[in-house]
């Protein structure tokens, strides 16, 4: 029953990577398109600080080094949804953008204690795009469209180990080695509008097939039993990918492949993409309080305060197939906190109200983007909402997630694009209940 859940949902994953519209953005028209997966609705809630934050309850893939934080023989299936509604503005004129997607499938595990083994699917780059202007040229006009889709898909086997595991610290190390498979096409049409649907098509596309690893790992340290710090690292090192461009231009009907002749093509010419260092460091501070007392019972809370900072130099990304790097330098920030008001829920079910079994989190986050208009670069700034809802049907580790943003792509030169959007995230961990723990010896009578 197990295997054939993971069939089936592995099998929907795949089934929509090249389905699904991933993104509505026209600066994802550059080299691959937006790098990183759409978030994790866990972290979402946490204005996405993804490094720090992980227990025996969470799949954390943005981290590598705490698969083993797990629960012994408790693993853990993670899939996640992710919707956006954007509203882009540009010289007064709006337009209203969507799309829903598949993020991830993934699954971990402990091995022998000290150990954590995880692998799953994810979007590596997206690319989404459909615009148009019109010039007019003598006694007629032309009409450009620029069309982008597609995107690189990241399937990845992720392994941790402790270092260092002595009274109240803890060291763990971790890695995700990945395979990078997928295409992203770019396309314009060149059209006079007095010849109706006749046009030229310059048609563009990237294959990528390449592997990938990244690196990471936290340091917990434990004070007078119910005050810890996490302090965590992950590292993207810069890496080569190889990648294949098609390129054709055509001239027919537009927008029918059909009725296009081929002027030229130019196809299977190997490259390599140059992508860029990531660097993410993060710092996390909880703090329990102990026995709390609420209807003559003792209550668990805790508070969790989470600080991620994340750099990429995209002025050192390179590709074969272009001589120029229009990218700029970013870095994030992120920060989240989170509310639990009994986080001994299982072992206190009978007590504790539903309300109290709840993970409250809110967050903030600041981005600056590789992109820039008008000499001033774009910034992505928003606040976020989350809620961690657990399954207590036979006391397993399930959990329903839930994070919304409220957030603004923009920058202040005149007749900058401009994105306001809200995303909702939607995530569903799936664990063993407590009496059908993996890989535990039974005794036989």
């Known amino acids: 029953m197990r295997i054939k859940l993971i069939i089936l949902l592995f099998t929907v994953f795949v089934s929509q990577l090249n389905a699904q519209t991933t993104t509505n953005s026209p600066y994802t028209s ?36 705490t698969y083993n934080t797990l629960g012994d023989g408790q ?51 997206r690319k989404g795009f459909n615009l148009s202007e019109t010039i007019a040229v003598g006694t007629d006009s032309i009409k450009y469209t620029y069309l982008g889709k597609g995107g690189t898909n990241q399937a990845f086997i992720g392994l941790s180990s402790n270092i260092i595991k002595y009274r109240n610290t803890t060291l763990s190390v971790g890695s995700n080695l990945s395979y990078l498979f997928g295409a992203s096409t770019n396309e314009r049409w060149s059209q006079m509008i007095g010849s109706g649907d006749l046009g030229g098509v310059d048609w563009k596309a990237l294959r990528v097939s390449s592997f990938y690893y990244d690196l990471g790992l936290y340091l917990r340290q434990t004070f007078k039993q119910n005050h810890h710090i996490i302090l965590a690292a992950t590292l993207d090192p810069s890496q080569k990918i190889n990648v294949k461009q098609d390129n054709y231009l055509f001239y ?38 102990e026995d709390e007392t609420k209807k003559n019972a003792a209550r668990n809370s805790e508070i ?64 600056t983007l590789p992109y820039s208009f008008g000499g001033q670069q774009l910034s992505d700034i928003g606040a976020t909402l989350g809620f961690g809802i657990p399954i207590l049907a036979q006391q397993s580790l399930s959990c329903v997630n839930i994070g919304f943003s409220v957030g603004n792509r923009s920058t202040t030169a005149i007749g900058s694009l401009n994105e306001k959007y809200i995303g909702i995230n939607f995530g569903i961990i799936l664990a063993p209940s407590n009496f059908d723990r993996w890989f535990r010896k039974r005794k036989l009578d």
């Open 30 to 65: 550059y080299g691959l398109g937006e790098r990183g997966s759409p978030e994790n609705a866990t972290f979402t809630g946490l204005g996405y600080a993804n490094i720090t934050y992980f227990d025996s309850t969470v799949l954390n893939y943005y981290n590598p080094a």
């Open 75 to 125: 693993p853990l299936f993670s899939i996640g949804l992710t919707s956006k509604l954007s509203l882009i503005e540009q010289n007064g004129v709006t337009e209203k953008k969507g799309n829903a997607i598949v993020n991830h499938f993934a699954m971990a595990f402990t091995v022998k204690k000290h150990f954590g083994l995880a692998f799953g699917l994810k979007p590596f780059t």
């Open 252 to 289: 027919g009907v537009v927008g029918d492949p059909e009725q296009y002749d081929t002027l030229s093509a130019s196809t299977d010419q190997s490259g390599r993409i140059n992508l860029p260092a990531t660097y993410n460091v993060g710092l996390n501070y909880n703090f329990w309080f």
């Open 304 to 367: 969790g305060i989470h600080f991620n900072y994340s750099s990429t130099d995209w002025t050192k990304f390179s590709t074969s197939f272009e001589t120029t790097n229009i990218l700029l330098a970013t870095n994030k920030i992120s920060v989240g906190i989170q509310y639990i008001p009994e986080r001994k829920f299982m072992e206190k079910s009978a007590n504790a109200s539903f309300l109290e079994t709840v993970r409250y989190r809110a967050g903030f986050y600041h981005y």
